[in-house]
Structure formats: structure tokens, C-alpha cells
């Protein structure tokens, strides 16, 4: 559905994310007419060289770089840059504020505003007090809702100061989370798949499924944000916020509607079931570490430590697994092993089921165990489900082959969309199953406090070549799981 008409306030208009996510999702959601007519996007930048016709060129090399394909018809570019708009001001100025309010439209007797914090997260709580100040978040005219981006807070009390402090100016409702692996075509599929269908769900407990591995491997590696990467480490980067937020979509119960605290209260639940990794024993529970130089896919990588902005003695992780278990009666003593990290072989993201063995094998003289089936959810290269089998091998033998029935997601010929292009659209329609509501945060940052003060403690990291899986310590982490880690080569 087309939105209401809506001021899209961008603060950080000309920050990374705004160019090389915000903006060329908003054209592809112009061009599927997913922006109403009598909407305005509104660019507010500190630099006071900024005029229209700055921005207005900014955006059109955004989209000429992240989405040319928006700019091939010039009705569609002209009818983009009517919308924009621009403040220029300094963020803790009241005036900027001030100025902001004048160029907001109104369209139906309503003046709608979702203002998009791309900016550092520092300035969450002040921007929020004076958009508030300004009578900014008063709903009595139309919605008022808030976009922020992770990290939330940098440790449980942190989240929770921030949490309690946005709170001061506007109503949680108000205020959408993201997390853009919520917003992928392959996540949102965990749900219909598990719950639009009858037969793997009855399956879906501890008596059929051994463990599941929730697998994100990058071969690019801190690009051009150390200063942020080398205060997260991949723990938190992707751990605590992505893989923590899949992991809930696979355990959790069926939500009795998808209004979206009904969905997050069954997330919640899951997370809050999590069981604690005790400290004196988070090595058994979780692994780090650090890229060494290395080739990766054909190029020569340098080391973490030799990238530029990052300390030649950082221990930073920029490869974190770790095993949780979930103490409820659907998935008692069922391992969910998490890993991700950068500068591995290639980039693969997956959620694997693994089901149990059958209780015996019929099919061979030896004693050898029949592999387990296998359901994997592929996030990357290419979304899509396989399922393994064990079938008989054609012939005159007994014996088997392990089968993969493979369906990709795709439909041939449909233009998926990106998970900010979903995301920016739910925030518009106020639909926010999709985004992290402020007690699965808390409780997302108490699972991996443990990791955290342990990880802290230590002055040493092991590494690993760039481009390679050479981090052996992960298969201890298999330790009551049938079968290894999966090979994602
Ligand atoms: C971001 C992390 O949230 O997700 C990055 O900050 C990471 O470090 C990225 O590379 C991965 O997202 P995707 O969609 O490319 O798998």
C-alpha cells in the first residue's frame, strides 16, 4: 500500500549511510510509487555552503553511484527533486529547529514527519530533546516516529539510559529501531515459511532438530569505518544485533498476529530464555578473532592491525562465534551456534537446521551414520531454501546420495526489494514488527555481556589469515551437536 504523505526528515543528509542506503531506497520507493505525491524529503546538513542546489546535486550522485537505474527516466529524477528540501544548522542549535518546522508540509489536513537519525549515536538523545523542545513529536497534526540506527547504547546500562531518555521525549510506538537484516527478502521468509505451512513446524523442537548454525561470512573487511569498528568488534557489529534478532525469528512461538508487539513480544520471550553464559567459562561458549594479512578472493588483504584508523595493538575481534541455548520446553539443551567475521574466504549468509540422525542405519554394512537432513535458509549470494536428503543412489547398489532439493527465493523476472526500501516503508506505513522494540535490545546486550567482560579483560587476540577459516578453536564450540560446523567454501 501507498503511504500517507509524509515529511521525510533526514538528519546526517550528507553522511555514508544517507547516500549509499537512504537515498537510492527512496527513489526505488518512488519509482514503485511507495512515496505519496505531497511528500517532501527534507536533507538538514551543518555545513552552511549547503543550498538546494548543493543537495539536490548530492542526491543525484548518490543515485548515480548506488542507483542509476532510478535516473534513466528524467519525469522520475524531476519529480524527486521537487521533494527535496534542505535545512542547513548546527544540531544542538535550537534555531535549526526552528527553521526545520517552516519547511514542513502539510498534505490532507495532516503533517506527518519520520525523521531519520542517520548521524552518530551520540546525538540520539540530544536531537530527540530538541526535536521535542521545538513541539516536533507532538502527534496532534499528524504521526511523528524516529528511525535510529545501531549500535543502541554500548553496553546493557547504556542501551538502558538511552531506551529511558528517548523515552522522556516520545513514546516507544514512536520510535522504529532498525535493523536492516529484519528487513531481508530471505529473514522475512523464516516467518512465512515457518508459519504459512504445516509440515516443518511440527518438526521445529528439541525432539527433531540437533542445533542450528546461523552463519554471516564477509570477505570484505572494515572498510571505511574503523573508528566505529574498532570501538564494536563483530561481536556487537553483527552479534548482538543481526544474528541475535535471526536467531529469535527461528525459535520463537507463532505470534497471534503480526501487529507488531504481538511479534515482539514473542521474540522477547525468546531472548529473555536465553541462558546465561556463565563468566568463568565464556571460551567454551564463544571464540574471537583477528584477520592477519591474507589473500582474499585473488587480493593481497593487510592486517586489521595495518588498516588505516585502527590501533597497531587493537584486539578488536573481527570474527566472534558463540553458542547460546534457549531454557524453554521447545528448545531445552538445543545448541544455536552463531559466527560471523570479515575477511573470510567468501561472503555467505545462511541459517542451517540441522535435524537429528535417524535412530539407525538400514542401508549400509558398515556402522556409519546416515547424514542428518538438512534445511538452510540462504541469505547470501543468492536467497533461497535447499533441503538435504539422503535418496538412493540410481542403480544396481544400495547405495545413497544425499539429495538437495533446491528452490531459489527469486520469482524470475521480480525486482526484490532491499531491506531499507521494506524497512523506510513499514516505518512510513507505522508498521514496526520489523524493528527492535527497546526490551529485546536490553535483553539482546544482557546475552552478550558475559562475552564482553571476558573479552575485555584479555590483552591478547589469536589470528587468522585473511581469507582463510583457519580458527580451529570453533570446532570445540560443536561440543554436543552431531556433526561439524558447515563449510561454506
Ligand atoms: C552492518 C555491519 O550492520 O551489516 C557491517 O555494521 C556489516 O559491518 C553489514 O558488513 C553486513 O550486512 P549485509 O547486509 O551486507 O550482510
Known amino acids: 500500500p501507498q503511504p500517507e504523505p509524509c515529511n521525510i526528515v533526514i538528519f546526517g543528509a550528507s553522511g555514508d549511510l544517507t547516500k549509499r542506503k537512504l537515498l537510492p531506497a527512496l527513489a526505488r520507493m518512488h519509482h514503485w510509487n511507495l512515496i505519496a505525491p505531497n511528500s517532501r524529503i527534507t536533507g538538514i546538513v551543518r555545513n552552511h555552503e549547503w543550498d538546494i542546489d548543493h543537495w539536490r546535486s548530492y542526491v543525484h550522485d548518490a543515485l548515480q553511484q548506488f542507483r542509476p537505474d532510478c535516473l534513466s527516466d528524467t519525469a522520475a529524477w524531476q519529480s524527486i527533486s521537487d521533494m527535496l528540501a534542505l535545512t ?153 544485533s543481526h544474528l541475535i534478532q535471526v536467531m529469535t525469528l527461528v525459535a520463537m512461538e507463532s505470534p497471534v498476529s503480526l501487529d507488531g508487539d504481538a511479534v515482539r513480544d514473542e521474540k522477547v520471550k525468546v531472548l529473555k530464555a536465553v541462558r546465561p553464559i556463565p ?88 556402522s556409519s551414520q546416515l547424514p542428518q537432513n538438512e534445511l538452510i535458509f540462504r541469505l547470501h549470494p543468492d536467497e533461497g531454501m535447499v533441503y538435504l536428503l539422503n535418496a538412493k543412489l540410481p542403480g544396481l547398489n544400495d547405495q545413497l546420495r544425499e539429495l538437495a532439493l533446491d528452490a531459489p527465493y527469486a ?16 516505518a512510513l506505513l507505522g508498521q514496526n514488527a520489523l524493528f527492535s522494540r527497546a526490551d529485546e535490545v536490553e535483553e539482546s546486550w544482557r546475552i552478550v555481556t558475559p562475552v564482553m567482560d571476558a573479552w575485555k579483560q584479555k590483552q591478547s587476540i589469536r589470528f587468522y589469515e585473511a581469507g582463510s577459516w583457519d580458527i580451529p578453536e570453533i570446532e570445540t564450540m560443536m561440543q554436543g551437536c552431531v556433526g561439524c560446523w558447515r563449510d561454506l567454501s
Open 88 to 240: 542547513v544548522g548546527d544540531l544542538s542549535d535550537a534555531q535549526t529547529y526552528t527553521r526545520l518546522q517552516e519547511t514542513l508540509i502539510s498534505a490532507d489536513g495532516k503533517t506527518n514527519v519520520l525523521f531519520y537519525l542517520a548521524i552518530p549515536p551520540e546525538w540520539y538523545e540530544r536531537v530527540a530533546s530538541n526535536l521535542n523542545a521545538a513541539g516536533l513529536l507532538n502527534e496532534s497534526s499528524g504521526f511523528r516516529r524516529i528511525v535510529i540506527e545501531k549500535p543502541f547504547g554500548s553496553d546493557l546500562a547504556s542501551a538502558r539510559e538511552l531506551n529511558r531518555t528517548l523515552r522522556e521525549h516520545m513514546k516507544e510506538r514512536q520510535i522504529y529501531r532498525i535493523d536492516h537484516y529484519l528487513g531481508k527478502e530471505g529473514v522475512q521468509n523464516l516467518m512465512v515459511f515457518r508459519f504459512a505451512n504445516t509440515v516443518f513446524e511440527p518438526l521445529w523442537n528439541r525432539n527433531y532438530i540437533d542445533h542450528v548454525q546461523i552463519s554471516v561470512s564477509e570477505s570484505l573487511g572494515v572498510e571505511y569505518r574503523a573508528g566505529y569498528y574498532e570501538k564494536a568488534g563483530a561481536l556487537i557489529d553483527m552479534i548482538q
Open 279 to 366: 563468566a568463568d567459562r565464556v571460551s567454551e561458549f564463544a571464540v574471537r578473532a583477528q584477520y592477519a594479512g591474507g589473500t582474499v578472493e585473488g587480493k593481497r588483504i593487510p592486517a586489521y592491525r595495518d588498516e588505516p584508523g585502527v590501533d597497531p595493538d587493537s584486539t578488536i575481534e573481527t570474527f566472534a562465534a558463540i553458542k547460546l541455548y534457549i531454557d524453554n520446553w521447545r528448545w531445552q539443551d538445543v545448541p544455536f551456534l552463531l559466527r560471523t567475521g570479515k575477511r573470510l574466504p567468501n561472503r555467505v549468509s545462511e541459517i542451517a537446521i540441522r535435524f537429528k540422525r535417524p535412530p539407525m542405519n538400514l542401508f549400509s554394512e558398515s
Open 411 to 426: 520469482v524470475a523476472g521480480a525486482d526484490s526489494p532491499e531491506a531499507y526500501e521494506t524497512l523506510l516503508h513499514d
